[in-house]
């Protein structure tokens, strides 16, 4: 049970929380609640992951494999932006965004919305840079959990890069021979 002094304690840590956070600002609207929050729940999320590989017993290795390196940055790279950019992933993202226009092939550009949580969770799904820390985690705990198919799923997505570097070549050349 709480006391009396509990209730103050409360308003000092939100009044310093609020001051920081002007002081911080100096005037931008840097939403600080909702990166405490997006921090706390990725906290949570590699946590919950830790906790099923160690109770599935998984023994971890000693260091990662250079060719597992590779293949996790590769696939982490691809993920995220289909996740983050991508036209037909554009659904996903819509509660938390707003259509601004395309960006780069089959890519589009879309704003965090301003309101709340939404504009939090909206800065996390459309910035790659961000989301491959989740999908990088992710995988991670694939590759332990299920190594065969993660890796699998992250060769294929690893093939992905190479198919888009090659298109984006080809365009490249076609647009050079014939002046486009």
């Given at each position: ?14 009044r310093r929380l609020r001051r920081t ?50 293949l996790t940055a590769m696939a982490t ?104």
């Amino acid at each position: 049970m709480g006391t009396a002094t509990d209730g103050g304690v409360v308003a000092r840590l939100r009044r310093r929380l609020r001051r920081t956070e002007r002081t911080y600002s100096t005037g931008e609207d840097r939403p600080l609640h909702g990166y405490a929050a997006a921090m706390t729940a990725f906290g949570v999320y590699t946590a919950g992951w830790a906790a099923v590989v160690r109770m599935r017993g998984r023994p971890l290795p000693d260091r990662p494999e250079p060719w597992d390196v590779a293949l996790t940055a590769m696939a982490t790279f691809r993920l995220s932006r289909l996740l983050s950019k991508a036209s037909v992933t554009s659904p996903l993202r819509a509660p938390f965004t707003t259509f601004q226009g395309p960006e780069g092939p089959a890519e589009l550009h879309e704003e965090a919305r301003s309101e709340g949580a939404k504009a939090t969770v909206g800065e996390l799904v459309t910035c790659p840079f961000c989301m491959s820390v989740w999908v990088a985690s992710t995988l991670t705990a694939g590759q332990l959990l299920w190594p065969r198919a993660t890796r699998t799923a992250m060769g294929a997505l690893t093939a992905l890069v190479g198919a888009d570097a090659l298109q984006l070549t080809y365009s490249a050349l076609v647009a050079k021979t014939t002046g486009d």
